[in-house]
Nanobody, 120 residues
Framework: QVQLVESGGDSVRPGGSLKLSCTYT?????MGWFRQGPGNEREGVAA???????YVDASVAGRFTISRDNNKNTLHLQMSSLKPSDAGEYYC?????????????????WGQGTQVAVSS
């Protein structure tokens, strides 16, 4: 089992920035961020493998950056130029299989989420 705890969610204005963090009890091949906005299904935002390969959804490319510190068992999501459409619950996830993408089928363990609100 891998336990994950997200932090960093907040309320920001459009155009603002926010950094989410996720601490986990053990490292897995693929770590990712997902989000679920009001009335929407959960969607993949970004993922990163142990080797540092990153996968970013087109909706956030150029604005969001995913990173991981394997020594500190910490995953980050740096978000900038935030839009109201970025609002939602953000989840950290971990997958042990040796494949990485933003498709949630590759992830087995999930955090409880952290809320991001974007409004003026």
């Amino acid at each position: 089992q891998v336990q994950l705890v997200e932090s960093g969610g907040d309320s920001v204005r459009p155009g603002g920035s926010l950094k989410l963090s996720c601490t986990y009890t053990s490292s897995t091949y693929c770590m990712g961020w997902f989000r679920q906005g009001p009335g929407n299904e959960r969607e993949g935002v970004a993922a990163i493998s142990t080797g540092g390969s990153t996968y970013v959804d087109a909706s956030v490319a150029g604005r969001f950056t995913i990173s991981r510190d394997n020594n500190k068992n910490t995953l980050h999501l740096q978000m900038s130029s935030l839009k109201p459409s970025d609002a939602g619950e953000y989840y950290c996830a971990a997958g042990r299989r040796r494949y990485c993408s933003t498709d949630e089928k590759w992830f087995e363990f999930w955090g409880q989420g952290t809320q991001v609100a974007v409004s003026s």
